[in-house]
C-alpha cells in the first residue's frame, strides 16, 4: 500500500530557560497510507500539537525520519520545507487563520500568491473552490462578514487550492456549533471519499469516530491505537 507520510523513530526535545529538557515525542512510529482519516486524541501536553507541527512541516524533529510523499524531508533545508508544504500539504486551523483585511476568494488565493502571480487559471481553480464550499455568493466579502461555519469553509478552499496530498486539521470543529461542526466533518468525510488523506486533532471523541481510526498520544508516546486502526 503506497504511503502518503510515514514517521519513523521520531524524537522532539525544547531545551527551556534554566536548562530544562522537555520531550515533546518521545520516539513515535506512524505509517499513514493514502487514503488514510486518522484522528490524534491525547490531553494537552501530550504531544499531538507537536506531531501535528511536524507532519505540517512546520517544526523539525530533534532525531528520526518523515517520509512524505516518498521524500525524506528530515533534512531539507527552510526554502525547501517550504516548497515541499506548499505542493503536498493543506492546513484547516481551529481559529480559520484568515487574513482579516483580504476578501473570500483573496483568503482562498493566499497560498497561491506565495509562489509569485496568481494566473488567470489559478484564479479561476479560486473560484471554483468557493463555489465547490457554498460561498460562491460572498467572495467580496471578509472574515469579519461571515459566520464561524462561513470561516471554516474559507479554510478548507484555501486548503485545497493547491490539490494537496495531504490535508492537516487541527481541532477544524472547535469553535464550530453541533450543526456547523456536522457540515463541516461531511465536508472532511467527502474530501476523503475524494482520495484525499486527512489527519486531524480532536479532543471530541464524537469527532474522532467519525474517522477511520484514532490514535492517542500521552506523554510524547502513541499509546493506542482504536480497534478499527487497520486500513483495509
Known amino acids: 500500500m503506497a504511503m502518503a507520510a510515514r514517521i519513523i523513530d521520531v524524537h522532539k526535545h525544547y531545551v527551556l530557560k534554566g536548562g530544562i529538557t522537555v520531550r515533546a515525542l518521545r520516539g513515535v512510529s506512524i505509517d499513514f ?62 481559529s480559520y487563520n484568515l487574513i482579516a483585511q483580504l476578501t473570500v476568494v483573496e483568503n482562498i488565493e493566499l497560498p497561491l500568491s506565495y ?31 461571515l ?42 468525510e467527502a474530501l476523503n471519499a475524494a482520495g484525499k488523506t486527512i489527519i486531524m486533532v480532536t479532543h471530541e471523541p464524537d469527532i474522532a469516530a467519525r474517522a477511520h481510526r484514532t490514535l492517542r498520544m500521552r506523554d510524547g508516546l502513541l499509546e493506542q491505537h482504536s480497534p478499527d486502526a487497520a486500513i483495509t
Not at 499531538?48 to 518523515?66: E, I, P, V
Not at 496568481?118 to 479560486?126: D, G, P
Request: charged content about 25%; some cysteine; hydrophobic content about 35%.
Open 33 to 94: 497510507p493514502e487514503g488514510d482519516f486518522v484522528a490524534i486524541m491525547g490531553t494537552s501536553g501530550s504531544g499531538k500539537s507537536t506531531l501535528l507541527n511536524l507532519l505540517g512541516c512546520l517544526d523539525r524533529a530533534t532525531t528520526g525520519q518523515y517520509i512524505l510523499a516518498g521524500q525524506d524531508v528530515s533534512q531539507l533545508d527552510d526554502d525547501e520545507l517550504s516548497d515541499i508544504r506548499s505542493r503536498y500539504l493543506g492546513f484547516i486551523f481551529q
Open 115 to 145: 509562489q509569485g502571480n496568481v494566473s488567470r487559471e489559478a484564479r479561476q481553480r479560486c473560484l471554483d473552490m468557493a463555489e465547490m464550499v457554498g460561498l460562491g455568493e460572498r467572495l467580496d466579502h471578509r472574515p469579519f462578514q
Open 147 to 188: 459566520s464561524g461555519g462561513q470561516q471554516q469553509r474559507v479554510a478548507i478552499a484555501r486548503a485545497l487550492v493547491n490539490n494537496p496530498r495531504v490535508i492537516l486539521a487541527d481541532e477544524p470543529t472547535g469553535n464550530l456549533d453541533s450543526a456547523t461542526g456536522e457540515e463541516i466533518m461531511q465536508m472532511l
